[in-house]
């Protein structure tokens, strides 16, 4: 593809552990291999999200004896959007993996994600074509989230739900992740111009511990749908979306006033009798209430875009500068 800018060196693994104590020994061994074979230089990060299990004693064993290993310990649960997002923010080298702990995702698919960026993508994430979860309660409620998601947002995707990903460390972590939000993340790097593809990855069933979620989830995915939908295009200026809101509930006001005293006048029809004067009236302060809504939008965009860290726009490259800017690390958000 596209000519590149620089070579990239080292891949930061990323991986969200909860109750996992099962799986950390047997995890790390695969990923090394991997990882050792591949010859690139590269540091495991994993976060422990508030487990309960064992399983910081088993990565503190693994990080005593691997320098390799570095852990972000949480204090206490947060979900694995926040472990994820916690890992990315410490990551150093150039290229972010992110994968689940619990073996689901097989590590020899990294190397190919990882040259994939090498020619010249900034994000790659896996779609698990052979998925091995239930079928009932996991597989389709998910290729039907993963539908609605791929209609709504206008993103041609088979799978979101899939942890391992590569990506280009900026990209990395320029995304607020929050919520379940980083099962967006491919939507929310391409709205910041990154260029993502979808490769087919292994997917293995769960063989030792526990699944942490149900059904339930699904509704949480949809939820975030539209938080997603709205920040993708209405985020920047809200007028937009509620100022339209606001002209047309304005606009049934004029007509339900008009027919009001048009009833009134012509036919004689009594005004505090007629419904539509209660339309109107109601109309009216809808309307005010949606151009409000707006403007305290707009507001927000301003302080929010104020912040120093944060901008509307990204940039890819600078050519001719001291510095490259584009690598420069972004600090923290919440
Ligand atoms: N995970 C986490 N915090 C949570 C829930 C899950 O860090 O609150 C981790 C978990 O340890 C695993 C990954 O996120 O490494 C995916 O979780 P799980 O296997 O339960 O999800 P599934 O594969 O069933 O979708
Ligand atoms: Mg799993």
Redesign the pocket.
Known sequence: MAQREAELRGVSVV??????AANARPFWENLSSVLDAYGQPYEIIF?D?GSRDGTVDELRALAAADPHVKLVLFRR????TA?MHAGIQHASLDVVVTM???Q?NDPRDIPMMVEKLSEGFDLVHGWRKDRQ?ALVN?KIPSRIANWLISRVTRFPIHDL?C?LKAMRREIAQELELYGEMHRFIPILAHQRGARCVEVVARHHP?RLG????GISRTFRVVLDLMTVTYLLRYFASPMKLFGMAGLFTFAVTAVAAATTLGMKIAGGVDMTGNPLLLLTAMSMFVSVQFFSLGLLGEVNARIYFSDTSKSSYAVRELINFERDYTTVRLPRTA
């Not at 526990?210 to 979620?213: E, R």
């Open positions: 991986v969200p552990m909860y109750n996992e976060v999200d649960n947060y979900g694995q472990a689940d702990g619990d689901q979860d996991r739900g942890t769960r526990q699944t942490k979620y």
